[in-house]
Every structure is written in structure tokens, then in C-alpha cells.
């Protein structure tokens, strides 16, 4: 089992950052994914960003690329999501997950444990 907890959401301005992080406990793997999600009220969870664990090579979904930043703590067992220039459309709760299996990083029905989620809100 892997247990997740994200922290770090929020209120902020458009154009303002935020850092969400998300802590790992229990069984780990040397090859999977770590992911961030987000679901706004009416709509689907989408993927947003993903780090493979070993390789660090790093996955983000179009419209935040060069505004958000995805790393890991190997350490620390921590995956991180620096959200720079926020825009309103950013508004979701926010969930972290691992994919433990061989699927996509961007199908959300492919990873095996989620956080319990974290709101991030974005006023104009």
C-alpha cells in the first residue's frame, strides 16, 4: 500500500503562484510515476503534470507547461507542483497519485493510489 497527502492549496490572485506538495508513505517502487490531476466542478479529472521516479523525466499537460514545474524529494519521498503565473482556468482541487503498474502517465484510470485532494482557487 502507498498513502498519499497532499498539502499546500489555496486562495490566490491571478498571476500568483503556489506550491502543492504531496508526501509518500508505506510501500514505494524504484519504477512508477508520480502524477498530479485536477477536477473543476462539472468536468472530468485531467491530467496536468508527471514524474517518472527513477529517470526523473518529466510530463506536463499543454496548457501549463513553462507555468508549472513538477520535481521529487527521492529522499524525502516528496513530489512537488510549482504552479507559477496561475490563471482562473487553474481553479480545481488538485489530486496527487502514484501509478505503480506499466499504464499511461496521462490516464488518470491508470494509477493505483490518490491523495485526498487539495483546493486551489484563482480569482480575477
Not at 45 to 52: H, L, N, S, T
Request: aromatic share 12%; with cysteine.
Amino acid at each position: 500500500q502507498v498513502q498519499l497527502v497532499e498539502s499546500g492549496g489555496g486562495l490566490v490572485q491571478a498571476g500568483g503562484s503556489l506550491r502543492l506538495s504531496c508526501a509518500a508513505s508505506g510501500r514505494t517502487f524504484s519504477r512508477y510515476y508520480m502524477g498530479w490531476f485536477r477536477q473543476a466542478p462539472g468536468k472530468e479529472r485531467e491530467f496536468v503534470a508527471a514524474v517518472q521516479w527513477s529517470s526523473r523525466s518529466t510530463y506536463y499537460r499543454t496548457s501549463v507547461k513553462d507555468r508549472f514545474t513538477i520535481s521529487r524529494e527521492n529522499a524525502l519521498k516528496t513530489v512537488s507542483l510549482q504552479m507559477n503565473s496561475l490563471k482562473p482556468e487553474d481553479t480545481a482541487v488538485y489530486y496527487c497519485a502514484a501509478q505503480v503498474g506499466s499504464g499511461s502517465y496521462l490516464d488518470h484510470r491508470d494509477y493505483d493510489y490518490w491523495g485526498q485532494g487539495t483546493q486551489v482557487t484563482v480569482s480575477s
